[in-house]
T-cell receptor, first 116, second 117 residues
Framework: KAGVTQTPRYLIKTRGQQVTLSCSPISGHRSVSWYQQTPGQGLQFLFEYFSETQRNKGNFPGRFSGRQFSNSRSEMNVSTLELGDSALYLC???????????????FGQGTRLTVV | AQKITQTQPGMFVQEKEAVTLDCTYDTSDPSYGLFWYKQPSSGEMIFLIYQGSYDQQNATEGRYSLNFQKARKSANLVISASQLGDSAMYFCAMREGRGSTLGRLYFGRGTQLTVWP
């Protein structure tokens, strides 16, 4: 069974540009969450999507947005990039079970974004 | 206040020895879940073990066990018979509530474990 796939693995962008990151969850998983990891702030929750709807949102500016498609694949977009957006962006896939039995989240290898 | 606290920035253990990584949590929700992840230098977060707040027994997964002390709000990870490949960053995380989806995970700052021969 394939794991969580994030593309691209590495990305270098210039300040002011925008970027789109992609996440394909494990087959059958309907919930996708995004996290930003930096040395200074650690792991911070960005947002969660389930069945194409944003369920939860972290404390990030509106430049960070996301969406989920009908096949559960998710994309995250960051507009007007700033140097501080340089980070490892991790996507987590979980079952999204409606009976509250979600007990595992599987992460992808992440996209390492560098803003110069 | 921090939801998850990991007080050991770094730990060292000799191969084949057991090691305990500390984690304390803070929540007023009676329903929550606790997770441990391993992150090697490659960046991928690898799920190790889960403990639900209502679980009566401590969770175990192979060489990993979770020492869950609810009254103390601690969820320490015990790795038995350490291997060189266990060298990595270890994160404790918590989910509050029991919604229909996983929701938000709160992570600690991590513990860098180094296993030496």
């Amino acid at each position: 069974k394939a794991g969580v796939t994030q593309t691209p693995r590495y990305l270098i962008k210039t300040r002011g540009q925008q970027v789109t990151l992609s996440c394909s969850p494990i087959s059958g998983h309907r919930s996708v969450s995004w996290y930003q990891q930096t040395p200074g702030q650690g792991l911070q929750f960005l947002f969660e999507y389930f069945s194409e709807t944003q369920r939860n949102k972290g404390n990030f500016p509106g430049r960070f947005s996301g969406r989920q498609f009908s096949n559960s694949r998710s994309e995250m977009n960051v507009s007007t990039l700033e140097l501080g957006d340089s980070a490892l962006y991790l996507c987590a896939s979980s079952l999204g079970d409606t009976e509250g039995r979600d007990t595992e989240a599987f992460f992808g290898q992440g996209t390492r974004l560098t803003v110069v | 206040a921090q939801k998850i606290t990991q007080t050991q920035p770094g730990m060292f253990v000799q191969e084949k020895e057991a090691v305990t990584l500390d984690c304390t949590y803070d929540t007023s929700d009676p329903s929550y879940g606790l997770f441990w992840y391993k992150q090697p230098s490659s960046g991928e977060m690898i799920f190790l073990i889960y403990q639900g707040s209502y679980d009566q027994q401590n969770a175990t997964e192979g060489r990993y066990s979770l020492n869950f002390q609810k009254a103390r709000k601690s969820a320490n990870l015990v790795i038995s018979a350490s291997q060189l490949g266990d060298s990595a960053m270890y994160f404790c995380a918590m989910r509050e509530g029991r919604g229909s989806t996983l929701g938000r995970l709160y992570f600690g700052r991590g513990t860098q474990l180094t296993v030496w021969p």
